[in-house]
């Protein structure tokens, strides 16, 4: 291809022209026991391993508190279900990201040099994941001048974040046209989709479809785009069962390991939430003696099922008259999963796309596939009369879709708190001891690193922004 070409002629002229100035030193100063140059596969597996885990643990320690999953207790006072922010909450993801968007470059960059067209569509996807996830979470990020140091560009500029949007749905399109099943993975064998194409352009366009529903609120119409891409499975395969599903399997054995050090931390001072926890209640879901343990009374010694903590109380607990519900230890023993992208999240963008379109009935199909897969993807069997139910059965609502999907994004990095974000469901109940005028934060503060050493950079941004605050809503929630 004319494209490989161009980038080979100019890569070879340059290494002829430093050979023969270097030849000498080169020779002397190779080590033959180091890898010289890192192929396409080289860095795949630890980035996938290195942003579930870092995904799976802001789900516990973020998204949980936020969307009223579990909380901190006892909880005297303040703390993030609270609305407590802090000014370094974000730090985590900000380095993380980096960190990891660094490495997704020089994958991409060879797998250009090495003329492979699936592990370009992966680097693709794979930046757009990450990069996603960090602009939904901060608003304007940068992008375009990023992870280029080797360029001497340590203050790099900020990128608007419908710039950034328009780049990585560029990019999946991209990405989609690139895979060929034909090849061969010839890098080492992959810990997500164990070298399979098809499941790779699977998630590619599922991830696709997420990043269009999250500017349902904007002028552009993504809705129209997600129904071409349903309409032409050929064209745009997604996932259809949870088979096909992006998340990850940790078998305990290295380096598959849970990212717990100890699966007690997990639980530790902790009970489980009483929205979170109602809901299920109400359902008679299946799913609540995988995410919860059982209450007990005061005593202890008796199991009164499963009751949960309201978040953001007022008070001492010496109110509650029973010991709560706690998350359950085991999520986090391997053997475990870690969702990255599942297809119960596909199955409700359809029942959302079908409820936007007033076709209740496709809507209702999608639902019902959605619910199914989000319980049978914790090794659950489906209870046959769920939907005879009328608080699980589909009503008509997007709140009832944006429920259900609450629950199938259950450990999905921050998704539950972005969706929250872009529609206001599922309703989450206030409460007297609630800060921020009982207004759910919306985004991370920039690190202050950021501010410091990039400070010119980083008020053009607030500029784009408005201010650097919690409440400040970035571009896709006005």
């Known amino acids: 291809?004319?494209?490989?070409?161009?980038?080979?002629?100019?890569?070879?002229?340059?290494?002829?022209?430093?050979?023969?100035?270097?030849?000498?030193?080169?020779?002397?100063?190779?080590?033959?026991?180091?890898?010289?140059?890192?192929?396409?596969?080289?860095?795949?597996?630890?980035?996938?391993?290195?942003?579930?885990?870092?995904?799976?643990?802001?789900?516990?320690?973020?998204?949980?508190?936020?969307?009223?999953?579990?909380?901190?207790?006892?909880?005297?006072?303040?703390?993030?279900?609270?609305?407590?922010?802090?000014?370094?909450?974000?730090?985590?993801?900000?380095?993380?990201?980096?960190?990891?968007?660094?490495?997704?470059?020089?994958?991409?960059?060879?797998?250009?040099?090495?003329?492979?067209?699936?592990?370009?569509?992966?680097?693709?996807?794979?930046?757009?994941?990450?990069?996603?996830?960090?602009?939904?979470?901060?608003?304007?990020?940068?992008?375009?001048?990023?992870?280029?140091?080797?360029?001497?560009?340590?203050?790099?500029?900020?990128?608007?974040?419908?710039?950034?949007?328009?780049?990585?749905?560029?990019?999946?399109?991209?990405?989609?046209?690139?895979y060929d099943a034909s090849k061969p993975m010839n890098y080492g064998s992959d810990i997500l989709f164990a070298n399979n194409i098809t499941k790779w352009r699977k998630f590619t366009n599922s991830l696709h479809m997420r990043l269009l529903l999250r500017l349902s609120k904007t002028n552009l119409n993504t809705y129209a785009k997600i129904r071409t891409m349903v309409d032409d499975p050929a064209t745009y395969p997604v996932f259809t069962s949870n088979a096909d599903a992006a998340v990850l399997s940790l078998d305990g054995i290295t380096p598959m390991v849970s990212p717990w050090g100890r699966s007690i931390d997990f639980g530790l001072f902790r009970a489980a939430g009483k929205f979170f926890t109602d809901n299920l209640n109400a359902f008679n879901d299946p799913r609540l003696q995988i995410f919860n343990t059982e209450a007990r009374d005061k005593t202890g010694n008796t199991v009164i099922g499963y009751e949960g903590i309201p978040s953001g109380y007022a008070g001492s607990e010496n109110q509650f008259d029973y010991i709560p519900s706690n998350v359950n230890n085991e999520l986090v023993t391997a053997p475990m999963i870690i969702p990255i992208l599942t297809y119960a999240e596909v199955e409700f963008i359809k029942a959302e796309l079908a409820w936007h379109e007033s076709d209740d009935v496709a809507a209702e199909a999608a639902y019902n596939k959605g619910v199914k897969a989000a319980i049978e993807q914790w090794g659950i069997d489906m209870p046959a009369d769920y939907f005879d139910n009328p608080a699980a059965a589909y009503d008509g609502t997007l709140e009832r879709i944006i429920l259900q999907k609450y629950y199938a994004l259950y450990f999905v990095d921050y998704q539950q708190w972005f969706e929250y974000r872009r529609t206001g469901f599922p309703v989450l109940p206030k409460a007297a001891g609630m800060e921020n005028n009982q207004q759910m934060p919306v985004r991370f503060f920039y690190p202050i690193e950021v501010r410091t050493n990039n400070p010119e950079n980083y008020q053009e941004a607030i500029g784009w922004l408005g201010t650097d605050d919690f409440n400040t809503k970035v571009w896709w929630e006005k």
Not at 10 to 15: F, I, K, L, N, Y
Not at 61 to 87: C, K, N, W
């Open 1 to 178: 291809m004319k494209f490989f070409n161009k980038i080979l002629f100019g890569a070879v002229a340059a290494s002829s022209l430093l050979l023969s100035c270097t030849k000498d030193f080169v020779e002397l100063n190779t080590d033959p026991n180091r890898i010289d140059q890192i192929s396409p596969g080289t860095l795949l597996n630890p980035i996938i391993y290195g942003m579930a885990a870092h995904g799976i643990d802001r789900a516990d320690a973020i998204t949980f508190d936020l969307m009223q999953v579990a909380l901190p207790f006892p909880s005297a006072q303040g703390g993030l279900h609270r609305y407590e922010v802090s000014e370094n909450i974000g730090n985590s993801t900000w380095n993380n990201s980096y960190r990891w968007l660094a490495n997704v470059k020089e994958m991409y960059a060879a797998s250009v040099r090495a003329e492979d067209s699936n592990y370009i569509a992966i680097a693709l996807t794979l930046n757009a994941w990450i990069y996603s996830n960090l602009t939904d979470a901060f608003g304007p990020v940068p992008m375009t001048e990023a992870a280029r140091g080797d360029e001497q560009i340590f203050q790099p500029r900020f990128d608007r974040q419908e710039d950034i949007y328009a780049k990585l749905l560029a990019d999946l399109e991209t990405a989609n046209s690139f």
